[in-house]
């Protein structure tokens, strides 16, 4: 009963906790924005967000993408869910059984939970297996008729020794991920490509970083009164706002009107797709500029020291 407490508990703060949300910025950020002359749409030029920018990790250079949806440069390690339809920091993957996004505020928990449903898994075939040792020594000399005499044991034996291909296979899994500290997403989308991972900072302190660092506190608050704001038409209005400042692109209000409805279709549907992250760069020109508000993000914050000393070295 305790170990089943365990692994109920786990399940509990892995489905219940925020993975890491990013709440959505309201409107682009405007530093960034510019008219973007090579697309003309009607003799209009839109006003474009560089699609990715470049940061410094552990003295290496990184590209960010820009989300749309979520109207911000995504930090390293974060992707957009496409299921949950949100940022999330040092995105792992979204798991369908604990229906919810594993990131870095509840990745430990889920490892508690898988690894704590092996071991429970372990354990309850080796009790079956006793009971039934113990039938065999008693009364019931052939194995069959101890099975017979205990169906339940038989089932139990069964559907744990399914689980555990499963739950099982997957502890090892992360124990290889979190001991090389990859992501099951980086792990999946960089192999093939063989790529560098700067995240590595050796065994002991990938596992460290995983289960000792002191995990954020949530960046929302889900009792807020939901604005209207907030459905991301003030974001588009904004825009209207800054395109017609420029003041030499004049539109009619109804021709604006279904531009805005294309670009909020335009927006969800690749919100739906796009579940790409950054990428590597290879380019030093560009944007070097790192929000000041990613810097509190807990998941660079880890990695941060050692880029210091990799740039000041
Ligand atoms: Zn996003
Ligand atoms: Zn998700």
């Known amino acids: 009963m305790c170990g089943q407490g365990k692994v109920l ?9 925020d993975p890491g949300i990013i709440p959505r910025s309201l409107q682009p950020p405007e530093e960034e924005l510019s008219f973007d002359s090579t697309s003309i749409v009607d003799s209009t030029p839109s006003l474009h967000v560089p699609r990715t920018k470049e940061v410094m990790v552990n003295g290496l250079p990184m590209k960010v993408k820009y989300c749309d949806t979520c109207m911000l440069y995504r930090p390293p390690r974060c992707s957009h869910c496409s299921i949950c339809n949100n940022c999330v920091e040092r995105f792992d993957h979204h798991c369908p059984w604990v229906g919810q996004c594993i990131g870095l505020r509840n990745y430990r928990y889920f490892f508690f939970f898988v690894s704590s449903s092996s071991v429970l898994c372990i354990y309850v075939f080796a009790m079956c297996a006793l ?27 069964i559907y744990c020794f399914l689980s555990l291909w499963f739950v099982g296979g997957l502890t090892g899994f ?22 560098l991972n700067i995240f590595d900072q050796g065994c002991l302190s990938n596992i460290v970083e995983v289960f000792c660092n002191k995990i954020r506190p949530s960046r929302n608050d889900f009792r807020a009164i939901v604005q209207d704001s907030v459905l991301g038409f003030s974001s588009m209005n904004r825009l209207q706002e800054l395109e017609d400042n420029s003041g030499s692109y004049p539109r009619s209000k109804v021709q ?13 549907q690749r919100g739906n797709i796009e579940i790409s992250d950054e990428e590597m760069g290879g380019n030093t020109k560009g944007f070097p500029s790192f929000s000041s508000d990613w810097k509190s993000v807990g998941a660079i914050d880890a990695h941060s020291k050692k880029g210091v000393e990799l740039e000041s070295a």
């Open 174 to 195: 992360h124990i290889y991920l979190i001991s090389s500290n990859q992501t099951t997403y980086e792990n999946f989308r960089y192999r093939a490509d063989k790529r």
């Open 131 to 157: 009971y039934i040792k113990f039938l065999m020594d008693g009364d019931y000399p052939s194995v069959w008729m101890a099975l017979k005499k205990s169906p339940a044991s038989v089932v139990l034996m």
């Open 9 to 17: 508990v786990a399940l509990m703060l892995t489905s219940a906790r």
């Open 256 to 268: 604006d009107e279904v531009d805005i409805t294309g670009e909020i279709l335009k927006i969800s």
